[in-house]
């Protein structure tokens, strides 16, 4: 790895450091001065357009001196130029001109004096003239040049209108007043002074543009007055028709706009060279930028694909190992294949040392992963086998305990010691179903199906008979319906599984309610407790089990249960639900598919019905009726023992009761039975066999009612 790096460095070294420092030159370069050059020429249009309402401004200030000097010919003249200088101030945007509408009305209503109407004016024009366009930073001598000239010429300007509209008043009162004439002078020395700058910056052509316009008729005319006002400074009255100053200096004045209009084309036209010029300088030098940026880009490409292309191939290689290889290794050596290779990485022929070494490393990986989880699948294929070889020895023997026990309960005489046995089958039975769970849970052979099809309620009382404490189940209403034989003892583990699960969880005088409902194809069945409840989070992670998503040897071992639904659920084709009970509590819900449901049997035909005689004797008595209880045709269920060849054949136990095969489903006969006759086989037992007989009875009923 240290060549690769030594030589993608020296690759890449020199063109990123040029295209850094050619980047560094356009953006502290070439970018400021394109935007200086961009900002000159908007400022120099910006300047314009403040002119031609400086313009419009200075003939507004003439017009109102005029008037204010007692010549009323000029208020004619004084609204047009108003509504001129209000469209330029649109345009121009400024706000120097706020209190422009309360000094026209003092105009208007001669409120103001001549003097205080030209000073507001001319502060306001000379705000405008001191709007900063920032041209004063140019870098370039020719635009500074320029902006010299254009404020020369403006300053100029400024100061011959400033002289038109004073001598307009002075024209129009008669003469000067009192302080007048030094004002006059000192505008007529300001425009000799901005005349003089702008001489001294101007060019050839702009300075004869200049001598024409103070060299034509209306040039002389206005000279001439300038002349008259320069001898009446001793106060003498003034025989001079205003109009004639006014219309030759404006002659003048619109001149001069003129050529302030054209030094401004001139320097607008410099700024856009200028601007061009740092774009295309800026252009070039972004095309060097590419070039050296395309160049480093191809050398790392050319530097790069030696290491690359290897590199690809052996990332494809890893891929293709982690993705495919090395799980079907792991499975089949789970199926107890010995002949499995460990897959292996090989480095690609062309690859460098580098290359060569990642392969070797990634191969090394792979072998200790490989040999990881060959381990563990083994480890789990051997737990699973002593799991389910420790299940059926448990089933065994608990067969035999059963066997046992039955053997027990038909010798048993004592009423209490027959109960201890049926309490100790409950518990056989009970562990039997664990047996059971343990082989569900490793995938081995589970209960033995049966051939005909079991009542729905049956499977249900088969299921809560595997249950502690089955007295707390309440089943409610239980629609019939027949599951097959090959289903019945899944189904009735699965909710004994349930079952016990909601009573674990329910206090101890809460009943637990079951009912079936047949809904469409399917039958539902719901085991409804009145526990604690879950929480969303644990309904959900306990319906994940449910569904078999999760595997059971990672998981805490009070979450078997859900494991074992979840098995019998997946290999039924049902699906279980935990949901919140209406109340408090859960709801476990188990959709059994049609494929389950058994069709309903055909029912024979009715026997025909014999009338009664129509004159009973008096004396005969009626005949008795009993219910005979025999067991259902068709297999028990899986839980049941059967009946060994003594019991099936004989009618009674040994403590002389009616024999019935327990938990057999139960079919009731009614037939005729004769009135018995004092030589019935009840009053032929000896007074012995009648007094054990009471003292069982009596001794079960004691139970119940203790229970």
């Not at 219910?627 to 009618?651: C, F, K």
Request: proline residues 7%; neutral net charge; aromatic residues 4%.
């Amino acid at each position: 790895m240290t060549t690769i790096r030594r030589r993608v460095a020296r690759t890449l070294a020199l063109p990123v450091v040029v295209a850094l420092l050619l980047l560094a030159a356009v953006v502290a370069i070439e970018e400021r001065g394109y935007r200086r050059a961009a900002d000159s020429a908007d400022a120099v249009t910006r300047a314009l357009a403040a002119q031609d309402l400086v313009q419009e401004l200075q003939n507004e200030r003439g017009l109102a001196a005029g008037l204010l000097g007692g010549n009323d010919g000029f208020r004619a003249e004084l609204g047009p130029a108003r509504q001129r200088v209000d469209q330029r101030r649109g345009r121009a945007d400024t706000p120097a001109l706020g209190a422009l509408g309360g000094v026209r009305t003092a105009i208007d209503n001669s409120t103001i004096t001549r003097s205080d109407a030209f000073t507001f004016y001319t502060g306001r024009i000379a705000e405008l003239n001191r709007l900063d366009t920032g041209l004063d930073g140019a870098t370039d001598g020719e635009l500074r040049r320029g902006v010299s000239t254009l404020r020369a010429l403006s300053d100029a300007k400024e100061a011959v209108a400033q002289e038109r509209a004073f001598l307009n008043g002075v024209f129009s009162a008669g003469g000067f007043r009192s302080g007048e004439f030094l004002q006059f002078v000192t505008m007529r020395s300001a425009k000799d002074t901005a005349l003089a700058t702008f001489t001294r910056y101007a060019t050839s052509g702009q300075r004869a543009s200049a001598d024409y316009v103070f060299g034509t008729g209306a040039g002389r005319v206005a000279a001439y007055f300038e002349g008259v006002a320069l001898a009446s400074g001793d106060g003498r009255e003034l025989q001079v028709n205003p109009q004639s100053w006014w219309s030759a200096l404006t002659t003048v004045l619109d001149d001069l706009l003129r050529l302030e209009q054209h030094v401004g084309s001139v320097i607008q036209a410099r700024a856009r060279l200028l601007r061009d010029q740092a774009a295309r300088r800026m252009g070039g030098l972004g095309a060097i930028v590419l070039l050296f940026l395309a160049g480093a880009i191809w050398l790392a490409v050319a530097a790069s694909r030696s290491i690359a292309r290897p590199l690809r191939r052996l990332a494809e290689q890893a891929d293709r190992l982690a993705a495919q290889d090395l799980p079907d290794a792991v499975r089949r050596v789970a199926a107890g294949d010995e002949d499995v290779e460990s897959p292996s990485v090989r480095p690609p022929p062309d690859a460098t040392a580098e290359v060569q070494s990642v392969a070797g490393a990634l191969d090394r990986v792979q072998a200790t992963a490989y040999a990881l989880a060959a381990e563990q699948a083994q480890l789990r294929r051997g737990t699973t086998a002593s799991l389910a070889d420790l299940g059926r020895r448990h089933q065994n023997l608990l067969r035999r305990q059963l066997g046992l026990i039955t053997r027990l309960e038909r010798e048993e005489t004592d009423p209490g010691g027959l109960a201890d046995l049926f309490e100790l089958d409950h518990l056989a039975t009970r562990m039997r179903r664990n047996a059971e769970s343990l082989l569900v849970l490793v995938g081995a052979t589970g209960p033995r199906p049966w051939s005909e099809p079991v009542p729905v309620e049956d499977v249900i009382r088969a299921a809560v008979s595997e249950v502690e404490e089955y007295r707390r189940v309440s089943l409610r209403r239980v629609d019939e319906c027949r599951l097959t034989g090959g289903a019945a003892t899944s189904v009735a583990h699965l909710l004994a599984e349930l079952i016990e699960n909601g009573l674990a969880f329910s206090a101890p005088e809460c009943d637990l309610e079951i009912q079936g409902r047949r809904v469409g194809p399917q039958y539902l069945i719901a085991v409804v407790d009145q526990g604690i409840g879950m929480t969303d989070a644990d309904l959900a992670e306990a319906n994940r089990r449910l569904r078999g998503e999760a595997d059971f040897l990672i998981a805490p071992a009070r979450y078997l249960g859900h494991y074992v639904v979840g098995r019998i659920a997946r290999d039924l084709g049902a699906e279980v639900v935990l949901t919140p009970s209406p109340v408090t509590g859960v709801t476990a819900r188990v959709a059994l598919p049609g494929v389950l449901i058994a069709a309903e049997p055909e029912l024979p035909p009715p026997p025909p019905l014999t009338p009664p005689p129509l004159s009973p004797s008096p004396l005969t008595p009626p005949p008795l009726v009993t219910v005979e209880y025999l067991p259902a045709p068709g297999p028990a269920l899986p839980h049941q023992r059967a009946a060994s060849p003594d019991e099936t054949n004989s009618g009674r136990t040994a403590n002389g009761l009616p024999r019935r095969p327990p938990r057999a489903p139960r079919v009731a006969r009614l037939h005729p039975v004769p009135s018995p006759s004092p030589s019935s086989e009840t009053l032929q037992s000896a007074p012995g066999d009648v007094r054990s007989r009471l003292d069982a009875f009596r001794g079960g009923v004691a139970r119940g009612a203790e229970q």
